[in-house]
């Protein structure tokens, strides 16, 4: 029932911005923590941020503190992550994922969220 689409991937040069959104279809979002990772190839899964259901966001990756920000469109179910100062290691596939139990919070573990989009892919070239 629940669905997530991730967009606003794609090639940007070093220094450049991106805009991801994350789309969810099946629920309000009001009530929902939502989370962004991603996964480079041959490298763990990583937790970028997450938006918690009461607005409040966390910068769980060390080098995106600073450089990326989380908010949430209630009215639009949907939440977004400005992500600025690009780099070529930032190159990734990005996920969406929902932890879709009512008024639950925020967490780096991606055990914790239980619907995934099929992600964005981001790439940064030098």
């Known amino acids: 029932q629940v669905q997530v689409v991730e967009s606003g991937g794609g090639l940007v040069q070093l220094g450049g911005s991106l805009r991801l959104s994350c789309t969810v279809s099946?629920?309000?979002?009001?009530?929902?923590?939502i989370a962004w990772f991603r996964q480079a190839p041959g490298e763990e899964r990583e937790a970028i941020s997450c938006?918690?259901?009461?607005?409040?966001?966390?910068i769980y990756l060390d080098s995106m503190k600073g450089r990326a920000t989380i908010s949430r469109d209630n009215d639009k179910n949907t939440v977004h992550t400005q992500m600025n100062s690009l780099r070529p290691e930032d190159t990734a596939m990005y996920y969406c994922?929902?932890?879709?139990?009512?008024?639950?919070?925020?967490?780096?573990?991606?055990?914790?969220?239980?619907?995934w989009g099929r992600g964005t892919q981001v790439t940064v070239s030098s």
């Open positions: 994922a929902v932890r879709s139990v009512r008024f639950a919070g925020c967490g780096a573990s991606s055990e914790l969220y239980n619907v």
């Open positions: 099946g629920l309000s979002i009001d009530y929902y923590a």
């Open positions: 938006n918690h259901w009461n607005g409040q966001s966390t």
